[in-house]
């Protein structure tokens, strides 16, 4: 593109053909970070004043500590529906 400048030049070419490479990376962190429920729990059970904790140790928490299943249960959801947004953006 003669004479477009540098941020019409990402914006109209470098944005368009990243951006699926950008939402499969981003679903992937997702998923990742959903995974890392084991070294949590096992290393430091939340940490100390729950510096370690993670959104699905979180939910495990909820679940079978407090034994709160519906807010666990809406805690899953809210979950789902996030990694479900991001999959169907791609």
């Avoid at 949590?40 to 979180?58: E, H, Q």
Wanted: glycine fraction near 8%; charged fraction near 10%; hydrophobic fraction near 55%.
């Amino acid at each position: 593109m003669d004479g477009a400048s540098r941020a019409r030049q990402v914006r109209s070419i470098t944005l368009p053909l990243l951006t699926p490479t950008l939402m499969f990376l981003s679903i992937m962190g997702v998923i990742g970070a959903f995974q890392v429920f084991q070294t949590v729990y096992m290393m430091t059970g939340g940490g100390p004043a729950d510096s370690t904790r993670v959104l699905v140790y979180y939910l495990w928490q909820v679940a079978f500590d407090r034994v709160e299943l519906g807010y666990a249960s809406a805690i899953a959801v809210v979950i789902f529906a996030a990694v479900l947004v991001l999959t169907l953006g791609q």
